[in-house]
């Protein structure tokens, strides 16, 4: 067997074959298979045909053909097909060889992957891989985790084949040990469910609120996309919106079912906030707004029984559209702290040592929530590591400071109209709480302490002392556990 290949990657579904492609552009050997043979014969007398692509027909040619040490990225479903592929890659690796997963699988996995294959002797990278079909050919975002002494040999495939920002620097830095490389896809997962979520609240105002067809969104969205809105998600609902069906002559967009899916990882990241205790309402809110958009059939009954406002806008179409502009802004601010701090929460519970201005330089280019303004968070870590929340930053700060009252308005103008904004609200309620120096959790602790005597600090008291209350004369003096937050 011809031992040349660079590296094989096991999985030949859109972005697998796309990623070869990309490395085989970038002057690497590469080699290929698929659990359906016949995938590989198609591709390697298709698109793969005349280059330095290798296609195997099993798991001990494909090793075979590979030079030391080995390395093997799956790019197959996450779950239990990347265990299977794992057990039958087993008896033909060798210590030191690598084993790459390129798929969204989660964290815990990766974790545990990561343990079970040193014990063995073999390496594992866990690494998320952003850019969908276009991403994957011309330049991902990507994100590695895992087994550190992996990455000197992986870097110059990852790095060669990774998107690059205006200096060059590519979109790919080694992120963290363990699960550290999924987390953080995950985590840019939560926030781009966010982003779409907001840009679809700023269509439905438009559409419903303003009644404007879609060539005149085109036109806001282009011109959004000039400035500080700068990103890849403007930029294609710009064109959506653009886009016409040959058949009808209707804007393509109006003839889609407003019902969204979901593969899981915002749901993903909300569980992990929990478990965390870090508020992120605004990414799970975007994933509540894709499940209520799955009932389709419920909302279309309720539609006819349950009435709400019948006001119509009778203001400045203009000012509104300037103000709407704002409050995306500021919303997608919050949403991008609630990220970053759910990211310096696992680094610290999980000891990773995250570095956030490199995460987002890895999100510049090449992946889904690739945006100009991700280089002011680069700025805001570099000056300062240690930053609790973005909004605390001075840039962050004075942006959010100005568009405040057009935020509010928006939102007040989208409840008298009776059009749900359920991201743009949360953020907004995310930034008045955040810099609320007294909540009413008081309260709640009395209450809890009333029906459970789970005990309450006091403010006239040193943190950490816990006290109880006998609220109705017969409780006694036996208390709950102490409360965590």
């Known amino acids: 067997m011809n031992t040349s290949a660079d590296i094989a990657v096991v999985g030949l579904a859109v972005m697998g074959?796309?990623?070869?492609?990309?490395?085989?552009?970038?002057?690497?050997?590469?080699?290929?298979?698929?659990?359906?043979?016949?995938?590989?014969?198609?591709?390697?007398?298709?698109?793969?045909?005349?280059?330095?692509?290798?296609?195997?027909?099993?798991?001990?040619?494909?090793?075979?053909?590979?030079?030391?040490?080995?390395?093997?990225?799956?790019?197959?479903?996450?779950?239990?097909?990347?265990?299977?592929?794992?057990?039958?890659?087993?008896?033909?690796?060798?210590?030191?060889?690598?084993?790459?997963?390129?798929?969204?699988?989660?964290?815990?996995?990766?974790?545990?992957?990561?343990?079970?294959?040193?014990?063995?002797?073999?390496?594992?990278?866990?690494?998320?891989?952003?850019?969908?079909?276009e991403g994957a050919l011309l330049g991902p975002s990507i994100m590695p985790g895992g087994n550190a002494d992996a990455w000197p040999s992986v870097k110059p495939i990852f790095q060669g084949i990774a998107a690059r920002v205006g200096d060059g620097s590519p979109c790919c830095e080694w992120v963290g040990p363990d699960g550290a490389g999924h987390f953080v896809k995950m985590v840019h997962n939560g926030i781009e469910y966010g982003d779409m979520q907001l840009i679809c609240e700023a269509y439905h105002l438009m559409t419903q609120g303003l009644g404007m067809r879609a060539a005149d969104m085109h036109s806001?969205?282009?011109?959004?996309?000039?400035?500080?809105?700068?990103?890849?998600?403007?930029?294609?609902?710009?064109?959506?919106?653009?886009?016409?069906?040959?058949?009808?002559?209707?804007?393509?967009?109006?003839?889609?079912?407003?019902?969204?899916?979901?593969?899981?990882?915002?749901?993903?990241?909300?569980?992990?906030?929990?478990?965390?205790?870090?508020?992120?309402?605004?990414?799970?809110?975007?994933?509540?707004?894709?499940?209520?958009?799955?009932?389709?059939?419920?909302?279309?009954?309720?539609?006819?029984?349950?009435k709400g406002p019948r006001a119509a806008f009778r203001g400045d179409r203009a000012r509104f559209l300037a103000q709407l502009h704002d409050a995306v802004y500021a919303s997608k601010i919050c949403s991008y702290a609630q990220g970053f701090q759910l990211l310096r929460a696992a680094s610290q519970e999980h000891q990773w040592n995250l570095n956030f201005g490199e995460i987002a330089l890895m999100w510049r280019g090449g992946c889904i929530i690739r945006a100009q303004f991700l280089g002011k968070i680069k700025e805001a870590f570099e000056k300062r590591p240690d930053l609790a929340n973005l909004l605390l930053d001075p840039y962050f700060r004075k942006v959010v400071a100005k568009a405040q009252s057009a935020w509010r308005n928006v939102i007040k103008t989208a409840v008298k109209l009776g059009i749900p904004v359920p991201a743009m609200v949360t953020a907004l309620t995310y930034y008045d709480a955040y810099r609320c120096a007294r909540l009413p959790a008081n309260l709640l602790q009395a209450q809890r302490d009333y029906f459970g005597a789970h005990t309450y600090e006091r403010i006239d008291k040193p943190r950490g002392e816990f006290f109880h209350t006998d609220w109705t004369g017969q409780g006694g003096k036996t208390s709950a556990s102490t409360y965590s937050v």
């Open 17 to 133: 074959e796309n990623l070869i492609l990309n490395m085989e552009s970038k002057g690497f050997t590469v080699a290929c298979f698929n659990r359906t043979v016949s995938k590989v014969e198609e591709f390697t007398n298709g698109r793969a045909k005349g280059k330095r692509i290798i296609g195997c027909r099993d798991i001990p040619q494909l090793v075979a053909s590979l030079k030391q040490p080995r390395r093997i990225m799956l790019m197959v479903k996450a779950g239990k097909p990347v265990d299977e592929f794992i057990t039958q890659l087993l008896p033909h690796l060798t210590a030191g060889d690598i084993v790459i997963d390129g798929g969204n699988s989660h964290y815990s996995d990766t974790a545990r992957r990561t343990q079970d294959l040193k014990e063995r002797g073999i390496l594992f990278v866990g690494t998320g891989v952003s850019g969908g079909e």
């Open 220 to 306: 806001v969205f282009t011109e959004w996309d000039r400035g500080v809105l700068d990103s890849y998600l403007i930029e294609i609902t710009s064109e959506i919106l653009a886009k016409i069906d040959p058949e009808s002559g209707t804007p393509m967009v109006d003839l889609i079912l407003d019902t969204a899916g979901q593969k899981g990882t915002g749901k993903w990241t909300s569980q992990a906030a929990l478990d965390l205790g870090i508020a992120t309402p605004q990414i799970t809110e975007a994933v509540f707004a894709r499940c209520l958009s799955a009932i389709k059939d419920e909302r279309v009954a309720a539609s006819r029984i349950l």
